[in-house]
């Protein structure tokens, strides 16, 4: 079974930093691409970054670019979603997203199975 276990959230002010974490089990880490996605409440949710397993090549949304990294520890089947300059539009719950088949990126969305989820808050 597929288990993606989300953590880091919490509140923080406009300009501020959080890292996310998401470590994975149930599955072969380095099979899959992996990244995040968030989702506000009457919004759909959308993908923002992935991390190819295959040459480790990054991806972002423009919504994101140049304020949060991607990255993983194939050794903590963890990845990691550093978060810099947050506004109070990034405020949202966000996922970890792991490709259904693929351990390449196909852009900053990824298909697949989502975790359940760290509330991610920024005051202005």
Not at 68 to 75: C, L, R, V
């Amino acid at each position: 079974e597929v288990q993606l276990v989300e953590s880091g959230g919490g509140l923080v002010q406009a300009g501020g930093s959080l890292r996310l974490s998401c470590t994975a089990s149930g599955f072969t880490f380095d099979d899959y691409a992996i990244g995040w996605g968030r989702q506000t409440p009457g919004k759909e949710r959308e993908g923002i970054s992935c991390i190819s397993h295959s040459d480790g090549s990054t991806y972002y949304a423009d919504s994101v670019k140049g304020r949060f990294t991607i990255s993983k520890d194939n050794a903590k089947n963890t990845v990691y979603l550093q978060m810099n300059n947050l506004k109070p539009e990034d405020t949202a719950t966000y996922y970890c997203v792991r490709d259904l088949v693929r351990n390449y990126c196909s852009g900053y969305r990824v298909l697949g199975s989502w975790g359940q989820g760290t509330q991610v808050t920024v005051s202005s």
